[in-house]
């Protein structure tokens, strides 16, 4: 892959600082669901945010497995259907790693449109495994999470890959 000009170079991306942001997006989730009483259709869903983004950026440390965990954990959180986020999250984080290679070449408005269709997807996921085992319909409202969750993605890039951004330690020995 031939870099533009003028685009910075990252440093690597830290294990502790991937796994951190994991942990704080389902933290944030807690704290969204314990403020607001239930997780409601105009909320986004942070850990599949957070999710999709080290997918994306790191598909070799972050994988369907930590999708499925985090699923569970939001499962029992939300005391909703046991397996019905983590099916979500492994169909999202499975469709983002096939395209991370393609995804990464736009820029951020670009990256916007393309994970639009996998938020939806997610919800859609959600939404049918609810109405299959006999579940209400949510609304059309439920379509709002998707959209929320894309228009958080141009953040959620500054704030993460932030520490990446950092200049290096300067070196004689290492010129860059």
């Not at 080290?54 to 939300?78: E, K, N, T, Y």
């Not at 046991?82 to 983002?96: E, F, M, P, R, S």
């Not at 996921?125 to 969750?149: F, K």
Request: hydrophobic letters at 55%; a negative charge; one cysteine or more.
């Amino acid at each position: 892959m031939i870099m533009e000009a003028g685009k910075p170079l990252l440093l690597p991306a830290n294990p502790v600082f991937i796994w951190g942001s994991l942990v704080a997006a389902f933290l944030l989730e807690v704290l969204q669901t314990l403020v607001t009483g239930s997780r409601s259709a105009w909320t986004p869903d942070w850990v599949a945010v957070v999710l999709v983004f080290w997918s994306v950026h790191q598909p070799q440390r972050i994988g369907i497995g930590a999708a499925f965990v985090f699923g569970l954990m939001v499962d029992v959180h939300q005391v909703a259907l046991l397996g019905q986020h983590a099916l979500a999250y492994t169909v999202l984080i499975y469709c983002a790693i096939m395209i991370h290679r393609r995804l990464l070449w736009f820029g951020v408005v670009g990256q916007m449109l393309q994970v639009f269709p996998l938020f939806l997807a997610a919800q859609l996921v959600e939404v049918a495994v609810r109405l299959v085992l006999g579940g209400d319909w949510p609304g059309w409202d439920v379509l709002l999470s998707p959209l929320i969750e894309t228009l958080l993605w141009p953040v959620l890039t500054w704030l993460l890959l932030a520490p990446q951004r950092r200049p290096p330690d300067p070196d004689e020995n290492r010129p860059l």
